[in-house]
């Protein structure tokens, strides 16, 4: 008898903002955050839609703490660069944060921030707001992709070195690839990635400078074959 007056734990908003971002995005799920004050993930119900609510909840919070520094002084390809180096380092700080930005970004508030924030940036240098955001989507994206790419490695870190070695025997006795493969320079995956957005961002502003309009680099990547 003495359990009737006991009264039915509680989370709000902020309990739940504060435990997801403690579990990390990795780590989140709402039996998780849940379990941490001992509710019923039925309760999150009132307070998130679901899975997808939960996850932009958390993570919108977790994004609002990246802040994109800008140097005046760059030019567009090294702004560019540095918006994608400050992406992905912040991305990799925040395990399971890239994977919730590959699958649909902006979700939120905050993720507009920092496209609303970059595309205004592009804008002073002299791009059209399509051409802008356009660009800083690719940058956005692939930086993302290699980001995430990086971070399951980083996961599945036992046994890699091994694995690597292996591959790099089969590749040395093979009569297609041995040649070409001992000419490699030896780069780790964190400064290929960099090299891999430089590339893309070297190429990009080549075909999208500032002031070009959209419709002409539309229209130059199709004449290439890549329109069809």
């Not at 912040?90 to 921030?113: C, E």
């Not at 940036?121 to 707001?129: D, E, M, S």
């Amino acid at each position: 008898m003495a359990q009737l007056g006991r009264r039915a734990r509680k989370i709000d908003l902020d309990d739940i903002v504060r435990v997801g971002r403690a579990l990390g995005m990795q780590q989140l799920s709402l039996n998780a955050v849940a379990s941490k004050p001992g509710v019923s993930a039925a309760a999150l119900y009132r307070h998130v839609d679901g899975r997808w609510g939960l996850e932009r909840l958390v993570g919108e919070s977790i994004l609002g703490d990246l802040v994109l520094h800008h140097d005046p002084h760059h030019t567009v390809e090294r702004h560019l660069l540095s918006f994608g180096l400050q992406l992905r380092s912040f991305v990799l700080d925040h395990p399971g944060l890239g994977t919730y930005m590959q699958i649909l970004f902006p979700r939120g508030d905050a993720g507009r921030r920092l496209m609303a924030d970059e595309i205004a940036a592009l804008c002073r240098a002299g791009y059209n707001p399509d051409v802008a955001v356009s660009v800083a989507s690719v940058v956005a994206g692939s930086t993302i992709n290699t980001t995430v790419a990086e971070e399951t490695q980083r996961l599945r870190v036992e046994g890699l070195d091994e694995q690597r070695r292996d591959v790099s025997e089969q590749l040395d006795t093979d009569d297609r690839l041995a040649e070409a493969h001992r000419e490699l320079p030896a780069v780790d995956t964190g400064e290929f990635s960099k090299l891999v957005l430089a590339t893309t961002i070297r190429a990009l502003v080549a075909v999208a400078p500032p002031g070009r309009p959209l419709e002409e680099v539309v229209a130059d990547l199709a004449a290439t074959g890549l329109g069809k």
